[in-house]
């Protein structure tokens, strides 16, 4: 039961981790704390606040996560319960579709039991299934999950029935029965025009179901009544948003710094505190999960490399303006600071060859940028720091590390 406590305790983090763009590792080496504290550490850390009218509710999300049972026959009754809490909901939190850290927790704590339920089951728990697909799609967990297969009902199409043409004119009565009708259509000019409203509704909220246009189109022709085919309304083509387009390494700010002083976090076995130079008249401090794989007196005097433009916020009540980048191996048992060359100047900030835009004055964690450009940072095969193979550049030549094919975070 411990075990599989921690496991879930490791689950839930990493995503939140995720959700936030933070390093896990400065959170899961953490011993002690329950799942509540956890992600309570990681909320205050990220900066983001639950709205008070939401904080009890939120709370109560997070014992349900840490709490939700192992077995079989207990972990359906509580699945059930959340499946008629979701009848007229799209996310836990809020009325809207925005998914909260309330979901991220949830979705982390029940994905184990819910990827393994039987067909007959997930029959059972319709609006959960609908909640769990929804937040897989829209969340970006990355590789922390595997996916769960959600078989959705096909959507068929009405098929409309031609109407002769000699049919309408068989008769005064059904002759008319038209007449009636094109005077109603009359009353109402803005059918088509709610209609067109109504399917490019249809078609943002569905559009995670691949709905085809075909479909769309034969569903407008049944609404307004007409047989004839309707010119489709071309949406406008979308432009490019830069927050779906392949973010630069530019925008971050990474300098030479001296670590000036470090000592042991006072509240966190696994975290040093770093004061560091990086030529400004104010020095920074700084908060890294160093402290198992360094001494405080191994980092004194010690050149690093850190990004400078992270939101400064803080970790465990210790406020941190900046990140120290260090390579890691695979199972993170190695972990080290960059080695920054002897003739690189303090304060200096790293460059990338054809990457010369102007850095953000300050990384918008809700724009996960850290979090689009940490995948391509890594050392190669020689242990040169790069972004996507383009090496780390200061003016004494490139910054290193002893740890090769590692990634760099």
Same mark, same amino acid.
């Given at each position: ?157 009405? $098929?409309? =029935?031609?109407?002769?043409?000699? #049919?309408?004119?068989? /008769? +005064? *009565? @059904?002759? !008319?029965? $038209?007449? =009636?009708?094109?005077?109603?259509? #009359?009353?109402?000019? /803005? +059918? *088509? @025009?709610? !209609? ?214």
């Amino acid at each position: 039961m411990a075990s599989a406590k921690e496991s879930r305790k490791r689950s839930i983090t990493s995503a939140l981790c995720k959700h936030y763009s933070l390093d896990p590792d400065l959170f899961l080496a953490e011993t002690g704390n329950d799942i509540k504290s956890s992600c309570l550490n990681v909320l205050k850390a990220s900066g983001a606040e639950v709205p008070l009218e939401n904080n009890d509710e939120f709370m109560r999300w997070i014992a349900f996560g840490e709490n939700f049972p192992c077995n079989s026959e207990a972990c359906l009754k509580d699945l059930n319960e959340l499946n008629e809490d979701l009848i007229q909901k799209s996310v836990l939190l809020g009325g809207g579709l925005q998914p909260s850290a309330a979901d991220v927790v949830v979705f982390s704590a029940l994905h184990s039991m819910v990827v393994g339920l039987s067909d007959s089951d997930r029959d059972k728990v319709p609006h959960l299934m609908r909640w769990t697909d929804y937040i897989q799609s829209v969340v970006k967990f990355g590789e922390l999950f595997e996916r769960i297969l959600i078989q959705k009902a096909p959507f068929d199409p009405p $098929v409309l =029935k031609a109407v002769a043409k000699g #049919e309408t004119e068989s /008769s +005064t *009565k @059904k002759t !008319v029965q $038209v007449t =009636k009708d094109a005077n109603s259509l #009359e009353a109402v000019p /803005s +059918t *088509k @025009k709610s !209609v067109d409203t109504l399917v490019f509704t249809l078609n943002l909220q569905f559009d995670y179901l691949n709905l085809t246009p075909f479909i769309l189109k034969n569903f407008k022709k049944k609404i307004t009544g007409d047989n004839k085919a309707v010119p489709e309304k071309k949406l406008p083509e979308k432009v490019p948003d830069a927050n779906d387009a392949e973010v630069s390494v530019s925008l971050l700010k990474i300098q030479i710094g001296l670590i000036r002083k470090a000592w042991k976090h006072p509240s966190a076995d696994s975290l040093l505190v770093e004061e560091i130079d990086v030529g400004d008249p104010k020095v920074r401090q700084v908060v890294s999960g160093l402290a198992k794989f360094c001494s405080p007196e191994e980092l004194m005097n010690r050149r690093v490399a850190l990004i400078t433009n992270v939101k400064p916020g803080k970790l465990r009540d210790v406020m941190s303006e900046g990140l120290v980048l260090c390579a890691s191996s695979e199972d993170h048992t190695a972990v080290e600071p960059l080695i920054v060359p002897e003739g690189a100047r303090i304060g200096e900030c790293v460059s990338f060859t054809g990457h010369e835009g102007k850095p953000e004055d300050v990384l918008n964690p809700k724009k996960k940028q850290l979090d689009k450009i940490t995948p391509h940072l890594f050392t190669n095969d020689k242990g040169v720091a790069t972004f996507k193979g383009i090496p780390f550049m200061t003016s004494g030549g490139p910054c290193t590390s002893s740890l090769s094919n590692a990634s760099i975070k």
